[in-house]
């Protein structure tokens, strides 16, 4: 097996070329596009031409909100609505997506930042069958569970949108998951925004989405017309930055160990699972790009995708057997 020498990624990893370099197609196009993101000082002022224009679009739809956010509990959605409040001025409608895999700690969090940032705040739960039906279809057929998450989070937040007249969404997702997987301008912030749910997740499922047209059952609400805007490609916060904040501001809690996704009971099954079909770790992605823009070494991000390999290989079988049965495939 070969890996990328920048990034260590496989070059059994999806899409991925290694030149005759052995340098990734992932890591070209970072070098090409690094230094335009990295240039904060431009990238916030297109990042306040939007806030101001969502601002000016919720007057004229006499929307009680300004922009929608999703908050799990975790870190960077709270830290994002506190700074979009308290900074940018603007009135948060803030939706937890229930899954029914939240835990104790994402629920408290959640609460405690309704309560400190005196913000308005829905909990979305959908019809079970048709949940329960998208899990198993990704057990099936990719084995990456999460990305069902991913999906109906933004599908209820364009459709909360739409309904109220809310002009844009700002999402938490970190720099390195906007930019693990990209290889071309279409679809990626900065260059092009999205307006629309397909657009949106264009940039996370690609080509995937344009095989779909047409024979799909997937409801990509064609008549929501709403701009999305990656909080974190336009501001620079390292994770410890956003966790000290929010102590300080909400009281919030940090998460107990140092294991990802501490708002989701069923994350080290999931992890198991895509690690047994991709042969990496789930965040391999993530922890490349985080080499590639210098937040990591490639030593370090070798050490953390071999704990995890160690950590997920065997997941507590209660964990795996309580997502089966979660899912109706017990
Ligand atoms: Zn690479």
Redesign the pocket.
């Known amino acids: 097996m070969k890996y990328?020498v920048?990034?260590?990624?496989p070059e059994s990893y999806p899409k991925i070329r290694l030149d005759a370099e052995g340098?990734?197609s992932?890591?070209r196009f970072y070098e090409q596009h690094q230094a335009g993101l990295d240039d904060y000082e431009s990238l916030h002022r297109l990042f306040l031409a939007e806030i101001e224009k969502a601002k000016e679009k919720a007057r004229q739809n006499r929307s009680p909100y300004d922009c929608i956010v999703g908050l799990s509990g975790g870190k960077d959605g709270a830290y994002l609505i506190c700074q979009l409040k308290k900074v940018y001025g603007m009135r948060v409608l803030a939706y937890t997506f229930d899954n029914g895999f939240s835990t104790d700690f994402g629920r408290q969090n959640c609460e405690r930042l309704k309560k400190a940032m005196d913000i308005d705040h829905i909990y979305i739960s959908m019809k079970d069958s048709e949940l329960t039906k998208f899990y198993r279809a990704a057990l099936k057929v990719t084995r990456n569970f999460c990305s069902i998450c991913f999906h109906f989070m933004h599908y209820h937040s364009h459709l909360l949108a739409s309904r109220f007249g809310i002009p844009l969404i700002v999402n938490g997702r970190t720099r390195s998951q906007i930019y693990q997987n990209a290889l071309e301008e279409k679809g990626l912030e900065p260059f092009e925004l999205s307006h629309s749910l397909k657009a949106f997740e264009y940039q996370m499922f690609g080509r995937l989405l344009d095989k779909l047209e047409g024979n799909s059952c997937v409801d990509f609400l064609p008549d929501a017309e709403v701009t999305s805007l990656s909080y974190f490609t336009y501001h620079k916060v390292s994770d410890e930055e956003k966790m000290a904040y929010l102590e300080k501001e909400i009281g919030w809690e940090r998460p107990k160990n140092a294991k990802p996704h501490a708002d989701c009971w069923a994350h080290a099954a999931a992890e198991k699972l895509f690690l047994d079909k991709n042969g990496f770790p789930l965040r391999a992605g993530e922890l490349?790009q985080m080499v590639?823009s210098g937040e990591l070494s490639l030593e370090d991000s070798r050490k953390i995708l071999e704990e995890d390999r160690r950590l997920y290989q065997s997941p507590d079988p209660e964990v795996l057997d309580a997502l089966f049965e979660r899912v109706g495939m017990k």
């Open positions: 990328c920048k990034c260590g990624l340098v990734c992932f890591c490349a590639r």
